[in-house]
């Protein structure tokens, strides 16, 4: 079964709020995690990643957030655009092996 | 462009035929690897290479399947007897092997078996 997974499978938001997508895992010995943005017809793209000894990371307009303790992660995406409309999904690396949750499609409404 | 690419980009084909497809990953890339990707589903893992050595293959892998990296640069990836269930977008990845090394994807094959 799915190492990774997520909380909802659609998320819609206002352009220009803040949105918030989450994703739990299940392997409490997962040490680094990956967050792939995908638009249609293309392959996903890395957008930030984090270890296991932070429990934040920021990039530009997104921050990742790890609660080791129940074993969650989200993704921030700040004044989102109507370019983040895409799926996201979270990923857990095992060195060369990425294996992925079923994604959240985000959808941005004008 | 100097990103992963991937050829053909879509593929009808029709049961019990036999597909390619061909990964260039990106050029210093040591390590490449194949993903699988349903209607609705994350990618899941297929095999990977370092350099031209197949270190690992899925149990989702088939006898039908089999990847090639020959001189560690490009890959192909080969269906033989396709089935209906193989309709997919086949990804391919790049990274350098160093731990947590980044894998960059290209934009896949989708193959349609009818």
């Known amino acids: 079964g799915e190492s990774v997974g997520l909380h909802l499978p659609t998320l819609s938001v206002q352009e220009g709020d803040n949105s918030i997508i989450n994703c739990a895992y299940s392997n409490s010995a997962s040490d680094y995690f990956i967050w792939y943005k995908q638009e249609s017809g293309k392959g996903p793209q890395f957008i930030i990643d984090?270890?296991?000894?932070?429990d934040k990371r920021q990039g530009q307009r997104v921050t990742v957030l790890l609660n080791k303790t129940v074993k969650h992660l989200s993704l921030q995406i700040a004044a989102t655009q109507p370019g983040d409309s895409a799926v996201y999904f979270c990923a857990e690396n095992n060195d060369y092996k990425l294996s992925f949750g079923a994604g959240t499609t985000v959808t941005v409404r004008a | 462009d100097t990103g992963v690419s991937q050829n053909p980009r879509h593929k009808i084909t029709k049961r019990g035929q036999n597909v390619t497809f061909r990964c260039d990953p990106i050029s210093e890339h040591n390590r490449l690897y194949w993903y699988r990707q349903t209607l609705g589903q994350g990618p899941e893992f297929l095999t990977y290479f370092q350099n031209e050595a197949q270190l690992e293959k899925s149990r989702l892998l088939s006898d039908r399947f089999s990847a090639e990296r020959p001189k560690g640069s490009f890959s192909t990836l080969e269906i033989q007897r396709t089935e209906q269930g193989d309709s997919a977008m086949y990804l391919c990845?790049?990274?350098?092997?160093?731990?947590?090394?980044?894998?960059?994807f290209g934009p896949g094959t989708r193959l349609t078996v009818t």
């Open positions: 990845a790049s990274s350098l092997s160093l731990q947590g090394g980044e894998q960059y």
């Open positions: 984090i270890r296991s000894n932070m």
